[in-house]
């Protein structure tokens, strides 16, 4: 019998920790309850990512920003490189591991296209890719370099 008094409280105890130990900070509400448009914890597909990064420089201004969208849904990725727009298939082979296109764009005269093609190249050489917060950084064959470029996650 002093076997079954000690098993229903520790039993208890177990019913009570486990779902404490998995409470994950990211699902709680924000402070105040004050509702945000801005994601918290971004995940790599579904999320709207806007340059801010170029070779290690500002992005470069242009009249819209550029942007991407990974797919969830299917292994595709859309946006807009400033003034074209561009599309293509993607893979993510392990966890860091992302290689974008090949990609096709549209063919509209833009002002700037040294950016726009800096841009879109650097999408082509991406073949590792690291989330921290809310910035996703684009690396070629290693994370060690300087990044290919760091875009942020927005609302969309």
Do not use: K
């Not at 000690?6 to 004050?34: E, H, I, K, T």
């Not at 801010?52 to 990725?77: C, M």
């Not at 650097?122 to 910035?135: C, G, M, P």
Request: hydrophobic share 40%; glycine share 6%; net charge positive.
């Amino acid at each position: 019998m002093l076997n079954s008094a000690f098993l229903r409280p520790a039993a208890a105890l177990v019913l009570l920790v486990a779902p404490a130990c998995s409470f994950d900070l990211n699902d709680r509400p924000n402070a105040g309850g004050v509702a945000t448009d801005e994601p918290t914890a971004a995940s790599l597909q579904d999320v709207r990512w806007e340059l801010r990064e170029l070779g290690g420089q500002p992005a470069p201004r242009t009249e819209r920003r550029p942007f991407l969208v990974l797919r969830n849904n299917r292994p595709r990725v859309e946006g807009r490189a400033s003034c074209n727009q561009f599309s293509g298939p993607y893979t993510v082979a392990d966890r860091g591991r992302l290689r974008l296109g090949p990609l096709v764009t549209t063919r509209s005269t833009c002002p700037d296209l040294a950016a726009e093609g800096a841009f879109l190249q650097a999408l082509n050489q991406a073949q590792r890719y690291h989330i921290s917060n809310n910035t996703l950084t684009l690396y070629a064959a290693d994370t060690l370099g300087t990044p290919l470029a760091r875009l942020q996650a927005v609302a969309q």
